[in-house]
C-alpha cells in the first residue's frame, strides 16, 4: 500500500511537471548599438589587398548591411582609398612584402580601431604531380593530385588552403573552402601530399592556393566554419561573436597573406 501511494504522488508530480512546462516564455533580445565590421586583407599578389567597412544589424532586420564609405584608413604608410561599396583599396600595383608586420588605422565616425598582423612566407612548393586512381569504395576511378613541397619554418606556421576545377579565371574567395592545417609534422623538410579524396577527369582543369595565415586568422576560420557548416541540431556549435583582432570595438578581422597558387590541366 505505501508503494502505491508512492507511485501516486510520483505521477502526479510528474503530470505537473510537464504542465508546467508549456507555459509560454517571451524573450526580449536586445537590439544593441550597431558596430563596425572590418574585413582586412593584405596579400602578397599584386592588387589584391583590400578593406571592407560595414555596420552590424539587427539580428532580425533583413536590410542590407550599411556600408561605411567616408572612413580613413591606412596600412602602415599607405591610405587605402574608397572605391565602392565601403571597399577600400591601395594605389594600384601594390604588393605586400613576406616577414613584415603590418598595422592597420581606421578611423570612422569619431572612433579609431587599431590591428597588427605579422605576414608569414608561404611553405615552398615545388611542383604537382597527377596520380591516377582505379574506382575504390564510393570514388570513382579518376586522377588525384599531389603535391610535393619544402617546409623547414619555425616555430608552428598555419596554412590555409583552398582547391577548384574547371574554373578558368581561377577565382578566389576566402571562405569558399574550409581546408586549414599546420606543419607541426611537415616542417622537417621536403615532404609530399596527396588529395585523397579527389577524382578529376581527364580533360578537367585544377588549381591549387595555398595561403599563409597567422594564428590569430586561423583561429577565426576555424570559429567561422563551426558556425556556418553543418545543419541545426543538438551538436552545432551555438551562435556567438567570432574572435577579432581589431582593437576599438569593431568586429571582423586583419589578415596577411603570402599566396602560392599552381595549375594545370589533366590532358587526355
Known amino acids: ?20 512546462c508549456k507555459e509560454k516564455i517571451d524573450l526580449d533580445i536586445p537590439n544593441g548599438d550597431p558596430k563596425l565590421v572590418v574585413e582586412a586583407e593584405v596579400s602578397t599578389e599584386v592588387d589584391s589587398s583590400f578593406v571592407r567597412l560595414t555596420k552590424s544589424a539587427n539580428y532580425y532586420s533583413s536590410a542590407d548591411y550599411i556600408k561605411v564609405k567616408d572612413a580613413l584608413v591606412v596600412v602602415n604608410s599607405d591610405t587605402f582609398f574608397h572605391v565602392a561599396d565601403g571597399i577600400y583599396r591601395p594605389k594600384t ?111 578537367d582543369y585544377s588549381y591549387m592556393i595555398f595561403r599563409s595565415v597567422d594564428k590569430n586568422m586561423y583561429e577565426f576560420i576555424n570559429a567561422y566554419n563551426s558556425q556556418t557548416t553543418g545543419a541545426p541540431g543538438p551538436f552545432q556549435v551555438p551562435p556567438a561573436n567570432l574572435p577579432t583582432n581589431i582593437v576599438g570595438g569593431a568586429l571582423g578581422y586583419f589578415a596577411t597573406y603570402d599566396v602560392v597558387r599552381t595549375n594545370r590541366f589533366l590532358i587526355k
Open 93 to 203: 600595383s601594390y604588393v605586400a612584402v613576406p616577414n613584415t608586420t603590418y598595422n592597420l588605422k581606421i578611423v570612422a565616425q569619431g572612433k579609431t580601431y587599431t590591428s597588427t598582423s605579422t605576414l608569414t612566407p608561404m611553405f615552398r612548393v615545388d611542383s604537382v604531380q597527377q596520380v591516377f586512381k582505379p574506382a575504390q569504395g564510393f570514388l570513382k576511378e579518376g586522377y588525384t593530385l599531389k603535391y610535393f613541397a619544402y617546409d623547414d619554418r619555425e616555430p608552428i606556421k598555419y596554412t590555409y588552403f583552398r582547391f577548384g576545377k574547371n574554373d578558368l579565371q581561377g577565382n578566389d574567395s576566402l571562405f569558399d573552402a574550409k581546408i586549414l592545417f599546420d606543419n607541426g609534422v611537415t616542417r622537417n623538410g621536403s615532404y609530399e601530399f596527396e588529395l585523397p579524396f579527389l577524382r578529376l577527369k581527364p580533360t
Open 1 to 20: 500500500m505505501k508503494n502505491t501511494y508512492i507511485h501516486l504522488i510520483s505521477i502526479i508530480f510528474f503530470a505537473l511537471l510537464v504542465i508546467s
